[in-house]
């Protein structure tokens, strides 16, 4: 079992910044990828951006250029630097991330998600 514990949503005007981390904790795993999902009301959840262990990055086209995000492995963290805020980026930013189990005949992913954290860009 995996927990994901995020921080660092609030208020913050257009053009702002804001910076939000993700920390999993549990025992027995090994995480191969760490992501941002949001999700405005109304709206399906989107992908925001994700990073492998590797450090290769996706990114959501809406985002590109304005969202970087990073990951420590050694704290199995996963952080997502957000500049250049619109009110279109309003939404609750939840964390994700793929935790691999081996067992002696198999390997397994498993898809865990945090509870998620509101971001809300306004004047």
């Known amino acids: 079992q995996v927990q994901l514990v995020e921080s660092g949503g609030g208020l913050v005007q257009p053009g702002g910044s804001l910076r939000l981390s993700c920390a999993a904790s549990g025992s027995d795993f090994s995480i191969s990828l760490m992501g941002w999902y949001r999700q405005a009301p109304g709206n399906q ?3 925001v951006a994700e990073v492998t262990s590797g450090g290769y990055t996706t990114y959501a086209t809406s985002v590109k250029g304005r969202f970087t995000i990073s990951r420590d492995n050694a704290k199995n ?5 957000m ?4 009110p ?4 609750v930013y939840i964390c994700k991330c793929v935790a691999v189990q081996v067992y002696s005949d198999r390997t397994v992913n498993y898809n ?4 998620g954290t ?3 860009v306004s004047s």
């Open 45 to 47: 959840r989107e992908l």
């Open 77 to 81: 963290t996963v952080y997502l630097q």
């Open 83 to 86: 500049n250049s805020l619109k």
């Open 88 to 91: 279109d980026d309003t939404a």
């Open 112 to 115: 865990y998600w945090g509870q």
């Open 118 to 120: 509101q971001v809300t």
